[in-house]
């Protein structure tokens, strides 16, 4: 079984410009969570997916972030205009369930903007 | 999700217990103790969880105390692969609950030779 796929794992970015992240769950995850880390911070929740809605998007930080799964499979995260704060580890994990036996999380992608 | 203590950083040998503790307090009794472990440069892995009974799988133990204040997250062997830094989450467990997890701090885990 292939696992929470994150592409790219890592992006430069100048500070104004866009990037998208993509996630790829794990098939048959109806569940797919986003997640970041930023410098020196702790890992926080950003939002969470149940197939195509969003269930929980409390943790998006400010309406630079746009989230989005259409058809329910794969979820792309865009920040426009991407600022110099952004710039972290960004994860994505998906479950089959409520996360009941742990949710499965990609290696992240590593978004640096200068 | 009531909140965790975990001690900042701990060193063990390889091939020895590693006894990992957390603070739990406040914990409520719809709460589940859940362990994730993050390896550096990879995503956080989830490791096991339990409600009050003691839980074991191929990777570690998890002790909870009767009054489920603390738990203790055990890896039996530890090798130089399990440094990494270990969280405990505790969280409310159903449907319609909100599914986020709340990392704290973790505990930093160095498995010297």
């Known amino acids: 079984e292939a696992g929470v796929t994150q592409f790219p794992s890592h992006s430069v970015i100048e500070k104004g410009q866009t990037v998208t992240l993509r996630c790829d769950p794990i098939s048959g995850h109806d569940n797919l969570y986003w997640y970041r880390r930023v410098m020196g911070k702790e890992i926080k929740f950003l939002l969470h997916f149940v197939k195509e809605s969003k269930q929980d998007e409390s943790g998006m930080p400010n309406n630079r972030f746009l989230a989005e799964r259409t058809g329910g499979t794969y979820s792309t995260l865009k920040v426009q205009p991407a600022e110099l704060e952004d710039s972290g580890v960004y994860f994505c994990?998906?479950?089959?369930?409520?996360?009941?036996?742990?949710?499965?999380f990609g290696s992240g992608t590593r978004l640096t903007v200068v | 999700d009531a909140k965790t203590t975990q001690p900042p950083s701990m060193d063990c040998a390889e091939g020895r217990a590693a006894n990992l503790p957390c603070n739990h307090s406040t914990i409520s009794g719809n709460e589940y103790v859940y362990w994730y472990r993050q390896i550096h440069s990879q995503g956080p892995q989830y490791i096991i969880h339990g409600l009050k009974n003691n839980e074991t799988n191929e990777m570690a133990s998890l002790i909870i105390t009767e009054d489920r204040k603390s738990s203790t997250l055990i890896l039996p062997h530890a090798t130089l692969r399990d440094t990494a830094v270990y969280y405990c989450i505790v969280r409310v467990l159903n449907k319609a609950a909100v599914n986020k997890l709340t990392f704290g701090g973790g505990t930093r885990v160095l498995v010297k030779p």
């Open positions: 994990a998906s479950s089959q369930d409520g996360g009941i036996y742990g949710y499965t």
